[in-house]
């Protein structure tokens, strides 16, 4: 065999073992996102980071602990308000989503307020308890045990209020401040739509 001809021979050897290495690791780098998003399923259906203990509303949730999985679908729209106790906005909301819901009575939907203050810095529970009380909230609330909702939803601003319909599909997100009106509106669009 010609030397010219060994040497061809040789850089097509490394040529497929070029190949075959980037091959096992595009196979590597697949079986990798494959697990990781098997976890992150698994992770996401009111895991450890998911639960939410409630201070408030056990009786009419059905429990002291819950997974937002119980809350939204079954056949009800369901509004949950994530908030924190330290967080202006999320204060000065609250008496309008109390005075929505009493005067629904929770009716037809479901509501949850979810402290979020302790995974986001801007607050504490005890400074949550505190606040239902000044204010007079009582709906349910309660606060999430982990920062896994933080992540699921991609909170980046508070308060933010998600809207689910009956199906427990998202259909709705505002992030600040929800006045009144608006709160009102959103409820009347999913109640309608839940007919």
């Known amino acids: 065999m010609s030397k010219k001809r060994r040497q061809q021979q040789v850089q097509r050897q490394r040529r497929v073992r070029t190949r075959r290495t980037r091959v096992a690791a595009l196979a590597a780098l697949a079986v ?9 399923v698994r992770g996401s259906g009111g895991g450890q980071g998911e639960r939410i203990h409630l201070y408030q509303g056990q009786a009419r949730l059905g429990a002291a602990t819950v997974a937002l999985s119980d809350v939204v679908g079954h ?14 906005p999320c204060r ?14 929770g009716q037809g ?3 949850l307020g979810v402290d979020v203050g302790p995974q986001t810095g801007l607050g504490t529970h005890q400074g949550a ?28 601003g508070m308060p933010t209020t998600l809207f689910f319909d009956a199906s427990g599909r998202q259909v709705g997100r505002v992030v600040g401040f929800l006045d009144e009106a608006q709160l009102r509106s959103r409820l009347a669009s999913l109640l309608a739509s839940a007919r």
């Open 129 to 156: 308890r505190d606040l239902l009380r000044q204010e007079d909230i009582r709906y349910p609330v309660g606060y999430a045990e982990g920062d896994g909702l933080v992540q699921r939803y991609g909170l980046r």
């Open 32 to 40: 990798v996102i494959v697990v990781g998003g098997v976890a992150a």
């Open 109 to 111: 939907y479901r509501m």
């Open 75 to 88: 056949g009800q729209p369901a509004i949950v308000n994530f908030w924190a106790s330290n967080c202006p």
């Open 92 to 105: 000065r909301e609250m008496p309008g989503f109390q005075k929505v819901y009493a005067e629904h009575g």
